[in-house]
């Protein structure tokens, strides 16, 4: 069974960061995309943005500039660095692994997800 933790989650006040963390096992790690998104109340879940294993970044148009995601080999855990964060980042986020290949099709996994609330 593949877990995906998560932590780092909080209340911080409008222009505050935090740091999110989520740690898999290394055998997922080493192949999939690791990435974030967000599920604010009433809304559909988005992309914050995600890292493929070689390291290639996608983001949200909203988070360009503010978030940043990277990976950590050694540690097998994926970082979502978030600054200058507003009420309207206020969300639930998940961890996300996705895999997809022509062989073995697509598996993805989510974590169980972490409160962000910003304060204004």
């Known amino acids: 069974q593949v877990q995906l933790v998560e932590s780092g989650g909080g209340l911080v006040q409008l222009g505050g960061s935090l740091r999110l963390s989520c740690v898999t096992s290394r055998s997922v790690f080493r192949l999939y995309t690791m990435g974030w998104y967000r599920q604010a109340p009433g809304k559909e879940r988005e992309l914050v943005a995600d890292?493929?294993?070689?390291?290639?970044?996608t983001y949200g148009v909203s988070m360009r500039g503010r978030f940043s995601i990277s990976r950590d080999d050694a540690k097998t855990t994926v970082y979502l660095q978030m600054n200058n964060l507003r009420p309207e980042d206020t969300a639930v986020y998940f961890c996300?692994?996705?895999?997809?290949?022509?062989?073995?099709?697509?598996?993805?996994?989510w974590g169980q997800g972490t409160q962000v609330t910003v304060s204004s």
């Open positions: 996300n692994a996705f895999y997809s290949d022509v062989v073995s099709g697509t598996e993805e996994y």
């Open positions: 890292m493929t294993n070689d390291g290639r970044a």
